[in-house]
């Protein structure tokens, strides 16, 4: 797939210090890609140079098969983690200023501001300041600042932080749907369970340095340990029975099985098959984002 930006051998440092090492990898147009990593990996850094808040010291950044540079900005939308909204500025006021600054006239930032404050629930409070609102209506401001001007690229750093289940998923479903059109998004959070749920492919990024880059379901599948999830009715202790395999966490209703190989597997299957139970569900045990994420940092930090 056609790559929407591009990082090639990016490189940053501060004083004596390497943030970004020869950083590379691509985010494909129209997809959600999650930028991964522990605290103080890089993450930021890189995001300050995609965004062209900070210029690398080495290496190139295409943004849309171009040399990053200023003008592309405007066809960018940043939620940062750190929030930035003016506190004594009315909300209205505030979008449609921001919105200006990204190259919208007047008229249709306003407009635009309107549609996306009766959308997400604030028009009440298009007249309020930002000190007036909860943690939860100052993120879905924070959220149209960054989305309102239709950009081709979406940096979201955490943007569920302090939202509410119910305004998590108004906040979800517009992501997938600025997918759906077209934008490119980088998804940036340490909750992996939603990187599971939104992004097709994931770069994981330690000490500076890409550790992991591929679509998440190769990465769970690089890394399956050959377990499998066993659900059935009866009793357990006829498991017992079966050979070349190796069981965990028995219950009454459920197992895990180790097998070598793909082939001890099959033949598990059919043992189990002869069995007195009832299979209920015989199943690949993929490991999570979560656990991978933690084997390969905590080995590196090792």
Known sequence: MTPFLELQAVTKAYDRHLAVDAVSFSVPRGRVF????????????????????????????????????????????????????????????????????????????????????????????????????????????????????????????????????????????????????????????HRLEQVEEFCDYIVLINQGKVILQDEITAVRQRFRKNLYALEFAGDPASLSRLQGVQLSEVTARSALMHAPDDAAAREALRQILDLPLELHKFELHLPSLNDIFIELVSGQAA
Do not use: C
């Not at 604030?122 to 300041?129: F, P, S």
């Not at 950009?151 to 119910?166: A, H, K, T, W, Y």
């Not at 979800?172 to 934008?183: N, P, S, V, W």
């Open 34 to 189: 999650g930028l991964l990593g522990p605290n103080g990996a890089g993450k930021t850094t890189t995001i300050r140079m995609i965004t062209g808040i900070i210029g690398p010291d080495s290496g190139t950044i295409l943004f849309d098969g171009e040399p990053l540079a200023p003008a592309h900005a405007r066809r960018m939308g940043y939620m940062p983690e750190e929030r930035g909204l003016y506190k004594k500025v009315k909300v209205l006021e505030q979008v449609v200023y921001l919105l200006m600054l990204k190259g919208l006239s007047r008229q249709a930032a306003t407009r635009a501001a309107h549609q996306w404050l009766d959308r997400l629930g604030l028009e009440a409070w298009k007249n309020r300041n930002t000190t007036d609102l909860s943690k939860g209506m100052h993120q879905k401001v924070q959220f149209i600042t960054t989305v309102a001007h239709q950009p081709s690229l979406l940096i979201l750093d955490e943007p569920f932080s302090g939202l509410d289940p119910v305004n998590a998923r108004v906040v979800e479903e517009e992501i997938m749907r600025l997918r759906d059109e077209g934008a490119t998004i980088i998804f940036s959070t």
